[in-house]
């Protein structure tokens, strides 16, 4: 881990999330300070309640992860499909939604709580109620050799990649965000520098900064290319020659992109311009409880992955779990927070206030 992954909370992180963060760690130090003498000191944040590893149920065999209001994660299984829905704050399980026998591969929850799930070696996916696993829509996207890998739902659609064949699939949404019929997919191919490999292609999905266009990386080459959705046109992003290796899931908070760089156990955390056309790596994260992490999330302040473990046999027994990292917080918010020490102590924590103006503080 470089020396700016240990500190934490994202540019847009809101003022009333970060506020609840410095609350948290306010509130124990009120009742410290009456006990102890006075000077800087190391205060409790909220990072310290949160459980930093959650366990899966044994053979489970995890791939994405997506996380919903208050907290709500939902992990599927490449074994059978099934949806694992656990709280993030607490670690425990809330409910598992049946899945069809079949992988769930990527997954992504939208607003009005739906989760689009790719299917796979099957040429398709699902959507499905998020709290009830009520299958909303089928869709069979293409036949023959074929992974649906990968979603992105943005304001108009869903987007999903497929590893063995160059191109994207549509599910363009009606009004009031309707589901399309099962025959009214689009099938957009890749053109432009999009040049299919052997092995894996077009895995992660995000959309640019700007909303504009869609970030695809290729595993095999490590390259990421910005792909207009109207044309499928794929452009390098230019990142100075860095080359994403066995790049995985994506996730885009404001101008960073995270990159799960799954075999590597490393997250590349990319500085973007907003039309995405170009970026600097920034910082790279690793974490000693990474075991071929495939996908990520965002929670507040913390990135959430699931431990794929690929090239561990998967047996009935084996164990599978979710890690929490925490956020760059110079990547995310620039230079300025770059006096941050790892540890918030009572005056970094004053400082921080002053300069996001959010309160230190909650009376009861």
Same mark, same amino acid.
């Given at each position: 881990?470089?020396?700016?992954?240990?500190?934490?909370?994202?540019?847009?992180?809101?003022?009333?999330?970060?506020?609840?963060?410095l609350?948290?760690a306010?509130?124990? *130090?009120?009742?410290?300070?009456s006990?102890? @003498?006075?000077?800087?000191?190391?205060l409790?944040?909220?990072?310290?309640?949160?459980?930093?590893?959650?366990?899966?149920?044994? !053979?489970f065999q995890?791939?994405?992860? +997506?996380?919903?209001p208050?907290?709500?994660?939902?992990?599927?299984?490449l074994?059978?499909?099934?949806?694992y829905?656990?709280?993030?704050i +607490?670690? &425990?399980?809330?409910? +598992?939604?049946? !899945?069809?026998g079949t992988?769930?591969?990527?997954?992504?929850?939208?607003?009005?709580?739906? /989760?689009?799930?790719a299917g796979?070696?099957?040429?398709?996916?699902?959507?499905v109620?998020?709290?009830?696993?009520?299958?909303?829509?089928?869709?069979t996207?293409?036949?023959?050799?074929?992974f649906?890998?990968?979603?992105?739902?943005?304001h &108009?659609? *869903?987007?999903?990649?497929?590893?063995?064949? *160059?191109q $994207?699939?549509?599910?363009p949404? !009606?009004? !009031?965000?309707?589901?399309? &019929?099962?025959?009214? #997919?689009? #099938?957009?191919?890749?053109?432009?520098?999009?040049?299919?490999?052997?092995?894996f292609?077009?895995?992660?999905?995000a959309?640019?900064?700007n909303?504009?266009a /869609?970030l695809?990386?290729?595993?095999?080459?490590?390259?990421?290319?910005?792909?207009?959705?109207e044309?499928g046109?794929?452009?390098?992003?230019? $990142?100075?020659?860095? /080359?994403?290796t066995?790049g995985?899931?994506?996730?885009?908070?404001g101008?960073? /992109?995270?990159?799960v760089?799954?075999?590597?156990?490393?997250?590349?955390?990319?500085r $973007?311009d907003?039309?995405?056309?170009?970026?600097?790596?920034?910082?790279?994260?690793?974490?000693?409880?990474f075991?071929?992490? +495939?996908?990520?999330?965002?929670?507040?302040?913390? $990135?959430?992955?699931?431990?794929?473990?690929?090239?561990?046999p998967?047996?009935?027994?084996?164990?599978y779990?979710?890690v929490?990292?925490?956020q760059?917080?110079?990547?995310?918010?620039?230079?300025?927070?770059?006096?941050?020490?790892d540890?918030?102590?009572?005056?970094?924590?004053r400082?921080?206030?002053?300069?996001?103006?959010?309160?230190l503080?909650?009376n @009861?």
């Amino acid at each position: 881990m470089t020396p700016m992954s240990g500190r934490i909370v994202a540019r847009t992180l809101s003022a009333a999330a970060l506020g609840a963060l410095l609350m948290a760690a306010a509130i124990p *130090a009120a009742h410290a300070a009456s006990q102890a @003498p006075p000077g800087p000191q190391a205060l409790p944040t909220l990072p310290n309640i949160l459980p930093e590893v959650i366990a899966l149920p044994d !053979g489970f065999q995890p791939e994405g992860i +997506t996380i919903g209001p208050r907290g709500t994660a939902y992990v599927g299984s490449l074994a059978d499909g099934d949806i694992y829905v656990f709280s993030v704050i +607490t670690g &425990e399980e809330i409910t +598992t939604l049946e !899945g069809p026998g079949t992988p769930s591969v990527g997954l992504k929850i939208d607003n009005r709580g739906r /989760l689009f799930i790719a299917g796979g070696p099957t040429g398709g996916a699902r959507v499905v109620d998020a709290a009830t696993g009520e299958i909303l829509q089928n869709y069979t996207f293409t036949e023959g050799p074929t992974f649906v890998n990968d979603v992105v739902v943005t304001h &108009e659609a *869903a987007w999903f990649t497929d590893s063995q064949q *160059a191109q $994207l699939y549509k599910l363009p949404f !009606g009004p !009031g965000g309707a589901l399309p &019929e099962p025959d009214a #997919i689009e #099938i957009l191919p890749l053109s432009g520098d999009w040049e299919q490999q052997q092995g894996f292609n077009a895995n992660g999905i995000a959309e640019t900064p700007n909303h504009q266009a /869609l970030l695809v990386v290729q595993s095999s080459t490590g390259i990421l290319f910005r792909v207009d959705p109207e044309t499928g046109a794929a452009t390098a992003v230019d $990142l100075g020659g860095y /080359l994403l290796t066995n790049g995985d899931g994506l996730l885009v908070v404001g101008r960073t /992109l995270y990159v799960v760089q799954n075999q590597l156990n490393t997250v590349a955390v990319i500085r $973007l311009d907003p039309a995405g056309t170009s970026g600097e790596l920034v910082d790279q994260i690793t974490d000693p409880d990474f075991d071929v992490p +495939t996908t990520i999330a965002k929670f507040g302040a913390w $990135l959430y992955l699931p431990n794929a473990r690929f090239g561990t046999p998967p047996t009935p027994d084996t164990e599978y779990s979710v890690v929490r990292i925490n956020q760059c917080f110079v990547a995310c918010f620039g230079p300025k927070f770059a006096w941050l020490p790892d540890a918030l102590t009572e005056d970094a924590l004053r400082r921080l206030h002053s300069e996001v103006h959010v309160p230190l503080s909650i009376n @009861p």
